[in-house]
């Protein structure tokens, strides 16, 4: 069984810093694209960054040059360095695994619940 399970939220202050991890069970990380994912109360999940197989990282735009993604493949886990945080990056964060071919394989985790306030 498949399990992606993440950890790290927490509360923090505006400008404050937090690294959230995604640690996968059941699979090897290594074969799927992976993503972190968030969602803000009241609003729809939005993708916030993505590494490929390959290590290629996407990012949205609003959180470029705050946000990196990683993944360490020996460990089957994915991780996101937040710095120079803001209130409205609020939002529970979720991880994500996707794996293409002739079908598409998806998993989430439960999510992480990252709030930015003072």
């Known amino acids: 069984q498949v399990q992606l399970v993440e950890s790290g939220g927490g509360l923090v202050q505006p400008g404050g810093s937090l690294s959230l991890s995604c640690a996968v069970s059941?699979?090897?990380?290594?074969?799927?694209?992976m993503g972190w994912y968030r969602q803000a109360p009241g609003k729809q999940r939005e993708l916030v960054a993505t590494?490929?197989?390959?290590?290629?990282?996407n990012y949205v735009d609003s959180v470029k040059g705050r946000f990196t993604i990683s993944r360490d493949n020996a460990k089957n886990t994915v991780y996101l360095q937040m710095n120079s945080l803001k209130p409205e990056d609020t939002a529970v964060y979720y991880c994500?695994?996707?794996?293409?071919?002739?079908?598409?394989?998806?998993?989430w985790g439960k999510g992480t619940l990252v709030t930015v306030s003072s």
């Open positions: 994500n695994a996707v794996r293409t071919g002739f079908l598409t394989v998806t998993y």
């Open positions: 059941g699979t090897s990380s290594s074969i799927y694209t």
């Open positions: 590494v490929a197989t390959r290590n290629t990282t």
